[in-house]
T-cell receptor, first 113, second 115 residues
Framework: AAGVIQSPRHLIKEKRETATLKCYPI?????VYWYQQGPGQDPQFLIS???????DKGSIPDRFSAQQFSDYHSELNMSSLELGDSALYFC????????????FGPGTRLLVL | DAKTTQPPSMDCAEGRAANLPCNHS???????VYWYRQIHSQGPQYIIH???NNETNEMASLIITEDRKSSTLILPHATLRDTAVYYC????????????????FGQGTILTVHP
């Protein structure tokens, strides 16, 4: 079965640079969630979208923004990168924002130097 | 969403059943219990979920106590590939809640399966 696709899988950036992470949900899924997992930490919710509208917002820095497009894929834009942004970024998708199970992608590992 | 409490670590012999407990004493009536696992930096993998009845699928069984204040995830025949961090998550699935479907990951249980 098709799974959530994330790209790139690995990304190295310098401080103050920008990064864009992409998430392609499972076909027919209309809801996307973004999570951040720092080294040795548990995943933390950042933001979610349902039917191309922001659905919920967690502890996402103002330097980050995200959107969901008409084909339901989502992009997480990160500007003015800091060393502390180095983490795994996971995207998950579901059919509907409340009723259905979330399925996670393999993640993007971001390293900020 | 209700808070969950899990033991930080557990060991299990290969081929034996692994029983992972979770306490969620403040769970409310519209909250489900979800279990995910994460194998070394991979994306969290959905295992099973339930509301009040026991559930079973090809991966595991979920036993929820009658008062819903605790649950146990059972891996019937653990293998080395089941070594992972297991997360018990309580999640509201009703509109009007504060979570709108997001998952709140707690500490989790590190399960180590030994040969």
């Amino acid at each position: 079965a098709a799974g959530v696709i994330q790209s790139p899988r690995h990304l190295i950036k310098e401080k103050r640079e920008t990064a864009t992470l992409k998430c392609y949900p499972i076909p027919r899924h209309d809801t996307v969630y973004w999570y951040q997992q720092g080294p040795g930490q548990d995943p933390q919710f950042l933001i979610s979208f349902y039917e191309k509208m922001q659905s919920d917002k967690g502890s996402i820095p103002d330097r980050f923004s995200a959107q969901q497009f008409s084909d339901y894929h989502s992009e997480l834009n990160m500007s003015s990168l800091e060393l502390g942004d180095s983490a795994l970024y996971f995207c998950a998708s579901s059919l509907g924002r409340l009723q259905e199970t979330q399925y996670f992608g393999p993640g993007t590992r971001l390293l900020v130097l | 969403d209700a808070k969950t409490t899990q033991p930080p670590s557990m060991d299990c012999a290969e081929g034996r059943a692994a029983n992972l407990p979770c306490n969620h004493s403040t769970i409310s009536g519209n909250e489900y219990v979800y279990w995910y696992r994460q194998i070394h930096s991979q994306g969290p993998q959905y295992i099973i979920h339930g509301l009040k009845n026991n559930e079973t699928n090809e991966m595991a069984s979920l036993i929820i106590t009658e008062d819903r204040k605790s649950s146990t995830l059972i891996l019937p025949h653990a293998t080395l590939r089941d070594t992972a961090v297991y997360y018990c998550i309580v999640r509201s699935r009703n509109a009007g809640g504060t979570s709108y479907g997001k998952l709140t990951f707690g500490q989790g249980t590190i399960l180590t399966v030994h040969p």
